[in-house]
Nanobody, 119 residues
Framework: QVQLVESGGGLVQAGGSLRLSCAAS????????IGWYRQGPGNQRDMVAR???????DYADSVKGRFTISRDNAKNTVYLQMNNLKPEDAAIYYC?????????????WGQGTQVTVSS
């Protein structure tokens, strides 16, 4: 069982920045994939950014060049630096991790943190 706790959401004006944090209850070395998803009102939950095996990063096209995902293994924490925020970035942001145990993969979710962007 992996617990994920997000923090760092809030209200920001368009063009501003926020940094989200996701603290994992286990070593991030044991996590295959960890990343951020977001879900706006009436929308599905979409991938924003993730770190896969070997530290490769992957971003949604809509955030490339503006968002940066990073990982601090010593703190078991993953960050999402969000710059030049736009109103369409407003959503609940969720941290998610995939852990493999033998042949079985388990996905875990945090409780989410709200990001609001005013125009």
């Amino acid at each position: 069982q992996v617990q994920l706790v997000e923090s760092g959401g809030g209200l920001v004006q368009a063009g501003g920045s926020l940094r989200l944090s996701c603290a994992a209850s286990t070593s991030t070395f044991s996590i295959n994939t960890i990343g951020w998803y977001r879900q706006g009102p009436g929308n599905q939950r979409d991938m924003v950014a993730r770190i896969v095996s070997a530290g490769v990063t992957d971003y949604a096209d809509s955030v490339k060049g503006r968002f940066t995902i990073s990982r601090d293994n010593a703190k078991n924490t993953v960050y999402l630096q969000m710059n030049n925020l736009k109103p369409e970035d407003a959503a609940i942001y969720y941290c998610s991790a995939i852990v493999t145990d033998g042949r079985v993969q388990y996905r875990y979710w945090g409780q989410g943190t709200q990001v609001t962007v005013s125009s």
